[in-house]
C-alpha cells in the first residue's frame, strides 16, 4: 500500500471570541522614551552617541515607567575605569514604602570595556563632556543615550534658533505652494 505523501488538516469551524488584552504602556513597550534632556541639544553640539545601561534599584524603574524621570541637570563621569550618571532625578515611586530610593544619586552606567576608553579619551578633550540625552526601555531593560558634547556659545545657540526659523518657514511654504497648486 503506498503511503500518503501530503498530509491536509481542516479547521474546525470554531467560533473563538476575541480576546482583549490589555494595553502595555508605551513608555515600558520601548515605544516612546521615558525621559528626553531637551535643554542638551540646545546648550550643547551632540558629537557621537552610546548607549548605556544603568544599574538601578526596582522603585527606581517602577518610577521611570510612571515617566518621572528628568534629565535636565544630568551628566556622565568616567573615573577610575567606571562611568557614572550624576544629579539624574528619579522621584520617588507612588506606591513605595520607609525603603524608596533617593532622588537625586549617582548611578553607575554599564559599558563594555571598550567603549568606555573610547568615552574617556574623547572626554580628555577640553571643553567635551558627556551629556544624557534620552532614557528608554529596550527589552524591559533601562537604557541611557550618552551623548559625547561640546558646549555652544551664546552666539552658537542664536544661530541654531535662527536656522531652525528659517527651515520652518521654509516648510511653510512649501505647503502653501502645495496648498495653491491642488486647490
Given amino acids: ?40 541639544s540646545h546648550n550643547y553640539f551632540l558629537l557621537e552617541k552610546f548607549e548605556a545601561g544603568i544599574a538601578l534599584r526596582g522603585t527606581e524603574v517602577k518610577s521611570i515607567r510612571e515617566g518621572k524621570a528628568n534629565l535636565k541637570d544630568a551628566y556622565g563621569l568616567i573615573k577610575n575605569g567606571e562611568a557614572f550618571l550624576l544629579n539624574a532625578h528619579i522621584g520617588p515611586y507612588s506606591h513605595g514604602n520607609a525603603s524608596n530610593h533617593e532622588s537625586v544619586r549617582t548611578r ?7 567603549e568606555l576608553r573610547k568615552l574617556e579619551g574623547k572626554t580628555q578633550i577640553k571643553g567635551h563632556t558627556l551629556i544624557p540625552t534620552r532614557l528608554y526601555f529596550r527589552h524591559g531593560r533601562v537604557k541611557c543615550e550618552l551623548a559625547v558634547a561640546k558646549g555652544k556659545q551664546d552666539w552658537d545657540k542664536r544661530e541654531t534658533v535662527k536656522r531652525r526659523e528659517a527651515d520652518r518657514e521654509a516648510r511653510a511654504a512649501i505647503v502653501r505652494s502645495q496648498h495653491r497648486n491642488t486647490a
Avoid at 108 to 114: A, E, G, Q, T, V
Fill in 1 to 40: 500500500m503506498p503511503r500518503q505523501t501530503s498530509h491536509t488538516v481542516q479547521a474546525s469551524p470554531q467560533k473563538t471570541a476575541p480576546q482583549k488584552t490589555k494595553e502595555r504602556d508605551p513608555v515600558a513597550a520601548g515605544a516612546r522614551d521615558a525621559s528626553v534632556n531637551r535643554a542638551a
Fill in 108 to 114: 553607575k552606567l554599564l559599558l563594555k570595556r571598550d
